[in-house]
């Protein structure tokens, strides 16, 4: 057996002959007989018998030479939806009960966790869980109460807490190596998980919905879309975040296999999040600064991640200690209803204003969504992000120097295939785009940056009277 399975509370797969209950020593096939759960029919529904207890080797079969024998096999364990290695809270006839080892049959989860949670305090769990994120510059308090609520959101979802559907964590920075992967492992960290890891490619063998359907027919139960360049524009994914019952799976040469997708949480990250309007409507985004210089705390030479799954008993007591106080009081809810899914949305934006004293949920979100789902925005904030890298924020720039960063940093420019993105194409391209995005404005905002426009007249070598403009990008 392996170490990870714990010494009690694991289960072997049994087999039995099933019989009439008539049949003279039949045993009834329930939890009284030494099994995981009660066995029902799954046509009629009544209790199953075997022809003694299940055993780990099976029944003996007997059969004559020259004699056909014809043997049916009924698959009758519980169904598995994962293997968690951390506790679960479970809801169970109205109360509360914690899941530390084994089998639990109301979430179809494993938990394969060698050690129990430790009993905590609020007061001293809130001050924990938001410790924990106290590395992070956020754009705005709505993105730190974003943060919070992805710290919750996977103990509610996979407790059953919450029915419905929940977001994806959209992890967003001004630049690279600010720490939005970072964060979302530490998400994964609190529950003794690593996420699986997926990466954007253009289809074919090995494209990004093909990985994504083997980590979720491998029950892989935080997935993460790494760092993410250009526009996501899945379909698959988009159907999969609202999708209820089960879900196909697909991957080459294997038929579908029927997957529960309440039991998943999905991370993207990306520097500049561009999606379909669909996808940011199913997406928590949050927001963060790189913090110049900053280094991210460690301990004995860990980092928060690896402290986070040696502390994992404390903080998952943490955890536990907010559902319990938010259960306690009703499992209350707001009136929010600016995001798609409202039952995730109203209830963690109760518990971050209430429990954590934090901003509303949704603070910020609106703009965020409604960014990423243009993409001229999206596109001239990857803008603004190489000029940042490359300490040009101040500096007038124009749009022909705008496509020269591009074409050097391969960044995709709205409206162009990929082979017009020349040096003639570009800079008329992206001219185009900031026309239409300043219209008669001379400044534009965004999240955390400002654009200025100057316009200067000059004229033609053919003597025309033309405009230049010029354009100035500042952190706001």
């Known amino acids: 057996m392996h170490v990870d399975l714990p010494a009690t509370g694991t289960k072997l797969r049994g087999y039995v002959q099933l019989v009439p209950s008539t049949y003279a020593g039949a045993v009834a096939l329930t939890t009284a007989n030494g099994l995981s759960t009660n066995l029902v029919d799954p046509v009629t529904g009544l209790q199953l018998y075997g022809a003694d207890k299940p055993h780990y080797l099976g029944p003996l079969i007997v059969g004559t030479r020259n004699v ?15 293997l968690l290695h951390c506790p679960l809270m479970v809801e ?3 109360r509360l009960h914690r899941v530390d080892q084994g089998y639990d049959d109301t979430t179809g989860f494993f938990v394969a ?22 590395d992070f510059d956020f754009v705005t308090p709505g993105d730190r109460s974003r943060a919070i609520a992805s710290l919750l959101t996977p103990a509610l979802k996979l407790g059953g807490l919450i029915k419905g559907s929940v977001p994806v964590d959209v992890a967003e920075s001004n630049a690279s190596q600010s720490g939005k992967t970072y964060r979302q492992r530490m998400v994964a960290a609190l529950y003794n998980q690593k996420p699986a890891v997926v990466t954007k490619k253009a289809g074919g063998v090995g494209s990004m919905e093909e990985t994504f359907s083997d980590h979720l027919i491998r029950g892989k139960v935080f997935i993460q879309f790494d760092n993410v360049r250009g526009k996501l524009d899945s379909q698959y994914l988009e159907s999969f975040l609202t999708a209820e019952g089960t879900f196909p799976a697909r991957i080459p040469f294997m038929p579908p296999v029927m997957i529960d997708p309440s039991k998943f949480i999905v991370f993207i990250s990306s520097n500049g999040f561009q999606a379909t309007k669909d996808l940011t409507n199913r997406a928590s985004i949050i927001r963060i600064r790189k913090r110049e210089g900053h280094q991210f705390r460690t301990l004995d030479g860990k980092d ?107 960044v995709e420019i709205p409206g162009l295939s990929p082979e017009n993105q020349t040096t003639e194409q570009a800079p008329r391209q992206i001219g185009k785009i900031l026309g239409s995005l300043f219209a008669d404005r001379l400044e534009l905002s965004f999240d955390e940056f400002r654009v200025a426009r100057r316009q200067e007249w000059s004229r033609s070598e053919a003597g025309n009277s033309i405009t230049l403009n010029r354009y100035t990008f500042s952190l706001v």
């Open 304 to 410: 928060m991640v690896q402290l986070m799954f040696l502390w994992q008993p404390i903080l998952m007591g943490s955890v536990f200690a907010v559902v319990e106080e938010w259960h306690r009081r009703g499992k209350p809810k707001t009136n929010e209803t600016s995001h798609d899914f409202h039952e995730w949305c109203q209830s963690l934006d109760w518990i971050v204003q209430n429990i954590f004293q934090g901003a509303p949920l949704m603070n910020g979100h609106q703009e965020a969504k409604q960014r990423a789902a243009n993409p001229n925005l999206s596109f001239l904030r990857v803008v603004a992000i190489k000029l940042n890298e490359r300490h040009r924020l101040g500096q007038e720039v124009s749009a022909s120097e705008m496509a020269e960063l591009c074409l050097e940093d391969d």
């Open 68 to 82: 056909p024998v014809r043997l049916k096999f009924f698959n009758l364990l519980p169904k598995l939806n994962g």
């Open 92 to 94: 169970k006839d109205g």
């Open 113 to 134: 966790s060698a050690q129990r949670t430790e009993k905590m305090q609020l007061v001293e769990a809130v001050e924990l869980l938001s410790g924990l994120l106290n």
